[in-house]
């Protein structure tokens, strides 16, 4: 990271459809100059993204920018080294697609697909929660992208509102893989992730595998009907102690079947969740399906 250069772009990031003409016949090489950056889409902990348009094809994608001096600072190098590698080789309708990085003297950058409605953390918070129609077509959405992330021997490990996205149709874009982790022997032991997310084998120091995705999609369903997480206390200790008990509370205007759904994920036994590949068939998905634009239906039927 502390080469100066550029790394080469698979020619896929653009897009025929979108500009067919454009098309090169080998991978371009890209710098800054390459790009007009637009307005900021947002900030993370870790540097800022931009809405960017290439210059040559008139691509728009979303630019993030990160200092190399910060990524050394905070030790998340290998981290961010391996959240590369994990989503450029990504192929998933409901997971952001990572078209290629450069970087420059100070800076990293990574070319990402721009999804045009914006944070899922922020449209929740303008909201306050979801009805069932559009909670459970984001559930089922997620569960598709995760089903896809275990097949592939990767656990994301990190999720919640602010690490979703939402494209130009309304669909989930599953992003931020800083904690995944690609993990053919299955088991891990090291402690990330949000407080609020994880579960009890975390907690407590035990081993996990990628059944802590399914912990974590109990409480993305519970947040998304309810408006916040179901664990959350002002201490941390009070936190950990819910979690660990399954202290859980679902409230009255929840329905029975988003509720089965929500106690089925959130069990202390990690092999007795409820399983990703059941999920587009669970009486909740089943009954707000119907209602679900007919684009989306489709996608996921």
């Not at 950056?37 to 728009?60: E, H, N, P, S, W």
């Not at 089965?260 to 990690?270: F, G």
């Not at 707000?288 to 489709?298: T, Y």
């Amino acid at each position: 990271m502390h080469k100066q250069g550029a790394s080469q772009v698979p020619s896929g990031f653009v897009s025929s459809h979108d500009v067919a003409n454009s098309l090169q016949a080998s991978p371009r090489q890209y710098t800054l100059e390459n790009f007009e950056i637009g307005k900021k889409l947002g900030k993370g902990k870790f540097g800022k993204v931009y809405c960017a348009r290439d210059k040559a094809t008139g691509y728009v994608c979303a630019l993030k920018v990160m200092e190399k001096k910060e990524l050394i600072h905070y030790k998340v190098e290998k981290q961010f080294r391996r959240e590369i590698e994990i989503q450029s080789n990504l192929r998933h309708p409901n997971i952001l697609r990572l078209y290629g990085h450069f970087h420059d003297a100070s800076r990293v950058f990574l070319i990402l697909e721009y999804a045009g409605q914006g944070e899922m953390f922020k449209v929740l918070r303008k909201k306050g929660r979801f009805d069932d129609v559009l909670a459970s077509q984001y559930i089922c959405q997620i569960a598709a992208a995760l089903a896809y992330l275990h097949k592939k021997h990767i656990i994301h490990r990190d999720l919640k509102p602010e690490n979703l996205l939402i494209g130009l149709d309304g669909e989930v874009k599953l992003s931020d893989f800083g904690w995944s982790v690609h993990t053919p022997t299955s088991r891990r032991n090291t402690m990330c992730g949000t407080l609020d997310y994880l579960p009890p084998e975390m907690v407590e120091a035990k081993d996990h595998d990628n059944k802590v995705d399914l912990w974590a999609l109990g409480v993305l369903t519970y947040e998304f009907l309810v408006g916040s997480p179901p664990f959350e206390e002002p201490a941390h200790k009070a936190t950990y102690k819910r979690i660990s008990k399954v202290d859980l509370k679902i409230p009255g205007f929840v329905s029975v079947e988003a509720s089965d759904l929500i106690r089925k994920l959130l069990q202390h036994k990690p092999e007795k969740r409820f399983p990703l590949e059941q999920i587009p068939e669970h009486p909740w998905i089943m009954k707000n399906r119907p209602l679900w634009p007919k684009s989306q239906a489709e996608k996921l039927h």
